[in-house]
């Protein structure tokens, strides 16, 4: 991470779909690209994903925080979090790939820890299992597994 580094959040906005189609199509084009299918195929999937990824967020947390990850005025992700009575829930944190790696995430996540401890309240999230990546950043930030099935691992951060 630079020590330049100016990370900010800013409310999403309708015009920000676009951004959040990129965002999300830059953690599954990996994934999608192995099935065969043409670059205008994988991106009509990808768009399509992305959207009900979206909605099935607004009906689950329609009450949650949804905010856009900015590098200078640059967007670079996407960090949803619903509080609600007695716990902090991380809905979705996900930036473009070429922004991983660098810290940004777990400023963020620590920002949200803090947060959490002022109001004496859990951070809560569910992983996918396959993002060893993701989850090894959750447990070095003092995450433990609660739960899990064949899909996602649960965890919380209690407060300190």
């Known amino acids: 991470?630079?020590?330049?580094?100016?990370?900010?959040?800013?409310?999403?906005?309708?015009?920000?779909?676009?951004?959040?189609?990129?965002?999300y199509a830059s953690t599954r084009r990996e994934e999608v690209?192995?099935?065969?299918?043409?670059?205008?195929?994988?991106?009509?999937?990808?768009r399509m994903q992305c959207a009900a990824q979206q909605?099935?967020?607004?009906?689950?947390?329609?009450?949650?925080?949804?905010?856009?990850?900015?590098?200078?005025?640059?967007p670079v992700g996407r960090i949803l979090v619903e509080r609600g009575p007695g716990r902090l829930q991380l809905v979705d944190i996900a930036l473009l790939a070429e922004h991983r790696g660098q810290g940004i995430g777990a400023m963020l996540l620590r920002r949200?820890?803090?947060?959490?401890?002022?109001?004496g309240v859990p951070v809560q999230l569910q992983?996918?299992?396959?993002?060893v990546r993701a989850r090894q950043l959750?447990?070095?930030l003092g995450f433990v597994a609660t739960?899990?099935?064949?899909?996602?691992?649960?965890?919380e951060r209690k407060p300190i």
């Not at 991470?1 to 409310?11: A, D, G």
């Not at 909605?55 to 329609?62: F, I, M, N, R």
């Not at 992983?127 to 993002?131: F, I, L, R």
């Open 55 to 74: 909605g099935g967020y607004e009906a689950a947390y329609p009450n949650a925080d949804h905010q856009i990850i900015c590098l200078g005025i640059l």
């Open 1 to 23: 991470m630079t020590q330049t580094m100016e990370i900010s959040l800013r409310p999403y906005r309708p015009e920000d779909q676009e951004i959040l189609s990129a965002i």
């Open 147 to 155: 739960g899990e099935d064949q899909v996602y691992c649960q965890m």
């Open 112 to 119: 949200l820890a803090q947060e959490a401890d002022r109001s």
């Open 33 to 46: 690209a192995a099935w065969g299918w043409n670059a205008a195929q994988q991106d009509a999937f990808l």
């Open 138 to 140: 959750y447990e070095r």
């Open 127 to 131: 992983v996918h299992q396959a993002n």
